[in-house]
């Protein structure tokens, strides 16, 4: 049964704290992505990488990072976190290719800034 | 930029009956479309992919549509259950292997 796992379903971090999320997915997919899901705003792509080492910018970068140091971890970090960065965080996973590949997503993991 | 509209609202209806959701989308043409189901506190999960040459998709109770002219994709569930009830979202490819998603319809199919 394919996985994507998330380091952990609920965080809570104080503005300006250094914030690590992780996730890991065994299918040897090249793709992985980090969303972020806001009420009424949908998932919205901060991140995606189709190889180690390398990233790609999504629709909401700013005050994140992120790094991809093997196939099958894909870590997201907010430097110095703020409240506006309150939100579900969702990793998910796919093949690379020509194909129209499926993502497969881990549990999320609700992050709240005080 | 490219937007993608879903019914805000809930949708409520009858066990037995079929739910209709809809996805409209503009400044785009999507070479392809998937829907996905997500249930409260838990990641999506993908139910059906639609190509742009294909109207109609088939998977078991499901039915997809994918209308490129009205820029439009119906999703349908027949015969629906209560655990059905969940939000339905609709992604279109924005890129190589990157998707682009909708808000989510909500749906609560009632006893």
């Known amino acids: 049964d394919v996985k994507v796992t998330q380091s952990s379903r609920y965080l809570v971090k104080r503005t300006g704290e250094k914030v690590f999320l992780e996730c890991v997915q065994d299918m040897d997919h090249e793709n992985m992505f980090w969303y972020r899901q806001d009420p009424g705003l949908g998932l919205r792509l901060i991140y995606f990488s189709y190889d180690v080492k390398m990233k790609e910018k999504g629709d909401i970068p700013e005050g994140y990072s992120v790094s991809r140091e093997k196939k099958e971890r894909f870590s997201l970090i907010l430097e110095s976190a703020s409240t506006n960065q309150t939100s579900m965080y969702l990793c998910a996973s796919s093949l690379l290719g020509d194909g129209a590949y499926e993502q497969y997503f881990g549990p999320g993991t609700r992050l709240t800034v005080t | 930029s490219q937007k993608i509209e879903q019914n805000s609202e809930a949708l409520n209806i009858q066990e037995g009956k079929t739910a209709t959701l809809t996805c409209n989308y503009t400044?785009?043409?999507?070479?392809?479309l998937q829907w996905y189901r997500q249930d409260p506190g838990r990641g999506p999960v993908f139910l059906l992919l639609i190509r742009e040459n294909e109207k109609e998709k088939r998977k078991e109770r499901l039915k997809v549509t994918f209308d490129t002219t009205l820029k439009q994709s119906l999703f349908h569930i027949t015969a629906s259950q209560p655990a059905d009830s969940a939000t339905y979202l609709c992604?279109?490819?924005?890129?190589?292997?990157?998707?682009?998603f909708g808000a989510g319809t909500r749906l609560a199919v009632h006893p």
């Open positions: 400044n785009y043409s999507p070479a392809y």
């Open positions: 992604a279109l490819e924005s890129g190589y292997n990157k998707l682009i």
